[in-house]
């Protein structure tokens, strides 16, 4: 089966600082992986996704995430972080089987500081 | 254009009763997925509709049903409600394509459901 782990439920960085939210992948063929951000009482938006074409996928928000087979991770990383990148963001990876059901890893919530 | 719109926006229940969420998905979508949101959990997928049909299924009790309808919105339907089943319910649409897996899902804001 299909899973992600997203290390470290809390992250806290200053405004300005990197962004490194974690993401390794379990999977015995190629996944296809995905990044949801959830603001406080709303639904999850989707920041990029991973389909097996560039290895450097880029986001909306300035996000972005490198897929690294021989360390089987997803990380999110963005440069400089805002205040409003304030949210919960969750890893996801999608199953086979004909349809595109998402297995998400347990979040990873963000705190940007002054 | 509407994105994915759910209701009720909150619901509370009680043990035993049985209660029905619906889900709009964005124009355009044929497919409908239900996920349940535990507080301070990741989303479990519940299941997924395509052409009125159930095409894929998460590890849910039979106590968890829905149904698609031939303009493609979705309900899911829960009986002999439990005080576990109080979560966050998202609906995520998307468009059928040549690679489903690959599919962008589109979530709703969730209803908010609550057993006592």
């Known amino acids: 089966a299909q899973s992600v782990t997203q290390l470290g439920s809390h992250v806290s960085v200053s405004e300005g600082a990197l962004v490194l939210l974690r993401c390794n992948y379990s999977?015995?063929?190629?996944?296809?992986l995905f990044w949801y951000v959830q603001y406080p009482n709303q639904g999850l938006q989707l920041l990029l996704k991973?389909?097996?074409?560039?290895?450097l996928v880029k986001g909306i928000n300035g996000f972005e995430a490198e897929f690294k087979k021989s360390e089987t991770s997803f990380h999110l990383t963005k440069p400089s972080a805002h205040m409003s990148d304030a949210a919960e963001y969750f890893c996801?990876?999608?199953?086979?089987?004909?349809?595109?059901?998402?297995?998400f890893g347990t979040g990873t919530q963000l705190k940007v500081e002054l | 254009d509407a994105g994915v719109t759910q209701s009720p926006t909150h619901l509370i229940k009680t043990r035993g009763q049985q209660v029905t969420l619906r889900c709009s998905p964005k124009?355009?979508?044929?497919?409908v997925s239900w996920y349940q949101q535990a507080l301070g959990q990741g989303p479990q997928f519940i299941f997924q509709?395509?052409?009125?049909?159930?095409?894929q299924r998460g590890n849910f009790p039979d106590r968890f049903s829905g149904h698609q309808f031939p303009n493609y919105s979705s309900e899911l339907n829960v009986n002999a409600l439990l005080l576990g089943d109080s979560a966050l319910y998202l609906c995520?649409?998307?468009?059928?394509?040549?690679?489903?897996?690959?599919?962008?899902?589109?979530f709703g804001p969730g209803t908010r459901l609550t057993v006592l």
């Open positions: 509709y395509y052409e009125e049909e159930e095409r």
């Open positions: 995520a649409s998307s468009v059928q394509g040549s690679k489903p897996s690959t599919d962008t899902q589109y």
């Open positions: 991973y389909t097996s074409a560039a290895t």
């Open positions: 999977s015995s063929v190629p996944p296809y």
């Open positions: 996801a990876v999608s199953g086979k089987g004909g349809g595109n059901k998402l297995t």
């Open positions: 124009s355009g979508h044929d497919t």
